[in-house]
């Protein structure tokens, strides 16, 4: 019984996270298209360290 009801959560699951996917992908775009218009943004990330010392996105445990 539980193996009927696992498969379509997993596929729900999967569904969000692909439009989880998509919502930062617009996000992200949208955050370089802002800070290619501003000269601030565009100094901060124009220092390495900050991308560098920036710790990976994930989901949490």
């Given at each position: 019984m539980a193996?009927?009801?696992?498969?379509?959560l997993?596929?729900?699951?999967?569904?969000?996270?692909?439009?989880?996917?998509?919502?930062?992908?617009?996000?992200?775009?949208?955050?370089?298209?802002?800070?290619?218009?501003?000269?601030?943004?565009?100094?901060?990330?124009?220092?390495?360290?900050?991308?560098?010392?920036?710790?990976?996105?994930?989901?949490?445990?």
């Open positions: 193996g009927r009801r696992m498969h379509p997993l596929i729900e699951i999967r569904e969000e996270w692909l439009d989880l996917d998509r919502r930062v992908e617009a996000l992200d775009r949208e955050f370089v298209e802002l800070a290619r218009d501003d000269a601030v943004a565009r100094r901060l990330t124009s220092i390495p360290v900050l991308v560098f010392s920036m710790p990976p996105l994930s989901p949490p445990l």
